[in-house]
Structures are given as C-alpha cells and as structure tokens.
C-alpha cells in the first residue's frame, strides 16, 4: 500500500496562494487516478480536483478557475496550486488514491483569513 504525505498548507491572505505536494512512497502511475480533497470544520469531506492517468481533470464548481491539479511522475508526487484563495477554502486537504481500500495521507491544513 502506497504511502502519501501531503505538505504545503499554512495561513494566508484572501487572494493569496498556495502550492500543496502529495508525494508518494512508490509509483503513482499504476494509479487510474489521484485527487485532492477537503474537510472543514463540521462538514463533510468533499472532492476538490481529480487527475486521470490519461491527464483528464476534473474540479469542484467551487474552485473551478483557481486551482490547478498536476502530477510529476519522475518524483511521485501530486500538486494543488490555489489561487485566488478565500476564507471558505480554509480546511484540511488530503491526496488520495484508489485501492482496496483507499489510500489517504495525514492531510495538510490550509487557513485563510485576514
């Protein structure tokens, strides 16, 4: 089973960014998918960006134009860039890949705020 550690996250500005990395214990090409997702305080964990093994992606409507998921293979490694941040992307961000059962990292908590 892969082993995922997210980095990252940290407090920043409305309209700051950031850059969060998923870098894998092993190759993550055999993975049909990988996916950043999110979980604030008293909701529920929701999906934020997927990206396909053939490179398709897809984005929650509510980050749709400031967030980019991509991959690097050669490192293993998953990104999340964010832009445009504000306060409701305030949670923590997971990466996870499918399996049985799924893998999940530590997570990465994100703050904005003024």
């Known amino acids: 089973q892969v082993q995922l550690v997210e980095s990252g996250g940290g407090s920043v500005q409305p309209g700051g960014s950031l850059r969060l990395s998923c870098a894998a214990s092993g190759s993550i090409e055999r993975f049909i998918f990988m996916a950043w997702y999110r979980q604030a305080p008293g909701k529920q964990r929701e999906l934020v960006a997927r990206?396909?093994?053939?490179?398709?992606?897809n984005y929650a409507d509510a980050v749709k134009g400031r967030f980019t998921i991509s991959r690097d293979y050669a490192k293993n490694t998953v990104y999340l860039q964010m832009n445009s941040l504000k306060s409701d992307d305030t949670a923590v961000y997971y990466c996870?890949?499918?399996?049985?059962?799924?893998?999940w990292g530590q997570g990465t908590q994100v703050t904005v705020s003024s």
């Open positions: 996870y890949t499918p399996g049985t059962p799924g893998n």
């Open positions: 990206i396909t093994s053939g490179g398709s992606t």
